[in-house]
């Protein structure tokens, strides 16, 4: 059974900064198979928004516009977790911070995730709420 739990949200000003974490257990990350770990943000009102993404076995990443610049996604392997590192957030930062997984992750997954198909992740964590006051 895999289980993903996202910590370390809460309420910081404008242009401060947070560093969320999502622990998976029940993966195990190997050289056989890969992992793919996204953050998706839901802001007041909206849908789910891609935030960032890591492919376990190249470390490659993926930001979405918004974060560029400013969020950085890092990954402890011997730990199975993965941190997103949120620096000069804004108030449309704000919103439920989600973590999830596709796994395994093959080199055609992480081409569609790429693209935006979200629908290869297949465990969801519970959220972390980020609120960014101006």
């Known amino acids: 059974q895999v289980h993903l739990v996202e910590s370390g949200g809460g309420s910081v000003q404008a242009g401060g900064a947070l560093s969320l974490s999502c622990a998976a257990s029940?993966?195990?990350?190997?050289?056989?198979?890969?992992?793919?770990m996204g953050w998706f943000r839901r802001a007041p009102g909206k849908e789910r928004a891609a935030v960032a993404t890591v492919r376990s076995g190249s470390g490659s990443t993926m930001y979405a516009n918004p974060g560029k610049g400013r969020f950085t996604l890092s990954q402890d392997k011997a730990k199975n977790t993965v941190f997103l590192q949120m620096n000069n957030l804004k108030p449309e930062d704000t919103g439920m911070y989600y973590c999830?997984?596709?796994?395994?992750?093959?080199?055609?997954?992480?081409?569609?995730?790429?693209?935006?198909?979200?629908?290869?992740?297949?465990?969801w964590g519970q959220g972390t709420q980020v609120t960014v006051s101006s």
């Open positions: 029940g993966i195990t990350y190997s050289t056989q198979t890969t992992t793919c």
């Open positions: 999830a997984a596709a796994h395994p992750c093959s080199g055609t997954t992480w081409l569609q995730i790429l693209r935006g198909d979200r629908t290869n992740y297949n465990y």
